[in-house]
């Protein structure tokens, strides 16, 4: 190498810290939280360490007329968004957006795993359950008849909605709805969970507005109580052999499919969205007094920010790969 390209070498190798620095830092995936409160989107990207609002920049739209954000499905670098103001998605973790449809009051989107090659989404609204075929550009009502949609589940090609009148399944993309079935209290269901293999295994678990866990067996036909107690459970989570339900008051974990039910802590506030995207140890719980850490499974809880806020939804980019199994459409 000659002197002068040895020269300009070290002089490149000198700045390359400085260069680094001053060079815009990537997201980083893997320590990205996405919350949704009244007021809009907020993202953290250390692990909740720190929160920041999300608006959208251009190129692309604001989210000033999202209004509250109840929706969040991260599906790689695409971020499906839902709240008041409609369906917004994002191909890049956020950072600039475009509108799908205005549809109001949107309480649960739900794409297809694969949406480049199965433009179908689902959404959960207040007025009910609507089907898109266009990656949710333009949406249509389905034919079930019930209200207050507020979480959607797609194992494939089994499609669970939980709404105003109970939990309803269907097979067939909306054709026909089977449920809320026999044993069920006819209430909201606020929360619901499934087998890993619930085609083959149709077990599920439902929380009713009227307080309590309640088990079917048979895809939704009949349901009997398994607890924990009568307190309303906001959501529930299950992780391999670890069944987990957000009551009102406390936190409780079942390690016999719900038969038996151990009060592990306190909640610190109202839940919305029960958390554990690393395998049941670490986990998040978004309430109405913010964002919640635990590091031991739920015995313990520390503040993970946005304090004081109505925290109504909280998902992680990557989508957590779930250690029971469970796969999707």
């Known amino acids: 190498m000659s002197g002068r390209r040895r020269s300009s070498a070290l002089a490149f190798l000198a700045l390359l810290p ?9 997201v980083v995936p893997s320590l990205m939280l996405f919350a949704g409160t009244p007021e809009g989107l907020w993202r953290s990207s250390d692990w909740g360490q720190s929160w920041d609002r999300v608006t959208g920049r251009t190129p692309g739209v604001t989210l000033d007329g999202l209004g509250a954000a109840r929706a969040l499905r991260p599906l790689g670098p695409q971020v499906w968004l839902g ?24 309480n649960a989107v739900l794409p297809s795993r694969w949406p480049h090659s199965d433009p179908t989404v689902y959404l959960g609204t ?11 550009h333009t949406v249509a009502p389905t034919k079930l008849a019930c209200p207050g949609v507020r979480r959607l589940d797609w194992p494939g090609p089994a499609l669970a909605i939980a709404c105003d009148r109970g939990l309803f399944v269907t097979s067939d993309g909306g054709e026909r709805f089977t449920g809320p079935g026999s044993g069920l209290p006819e209430a909201p269901v606020l929360a619901f969970v499934l087998s890993s293999y619930f085609g083959a295994d ?40 670890f069944l987990y339900a957000a009551g009102e008051n406390a936190l409780y974990r079942s390690e016999d499919v719900g038969e038996h039910w151990k009060r592990l802590s306190a909640v610190p506030g109202r839940p919305a969205r029960l958390l554990f995207p690393l395998g049941g ?22 503040a993970a920010g946005l304090a004081g806020q109505d925290v109504l939804e909280i998902a992680t980019f990557p989508p957590p790969e779930e250690p029971s199994g469970k796969r999707r459409r």
Do not use: C, M, N
């Open 281 to 302: 140890i670490e986990g998040f719980l978004a309430t109405d007094r913010g964002i919640f850490r635990t590091p031991d499974a739920g015995e313990h809880w520390e």
């Open 202 to 241: 149709p077990v599920a678990f439902a929380a009713p507005r009227t307080g309590g866990v309640y088990r079917t067996s048979d895809g939704g036909a009949s349901w009997r109580p398994v607890g924990p107690s009568d307190e309303p459970v906001f959501d529930l989570l299950w992780i391999g052999r």
């Open 83 to 106: 709240g008041e103001g409609g369906v917004f998605l994002s191909d890049d973790w956020g950072e600039t957006w475009a509108q799908l449809s205005p549809t109001p009051g949107v």
């Open 18 to 26: 400085w260069l680094v620095a001053a060079a815009p830092q990537p």
């Open 126 to 136: 207040k007025a009910g359950l609507l089907r898109s075929e266009d990656g949710g």
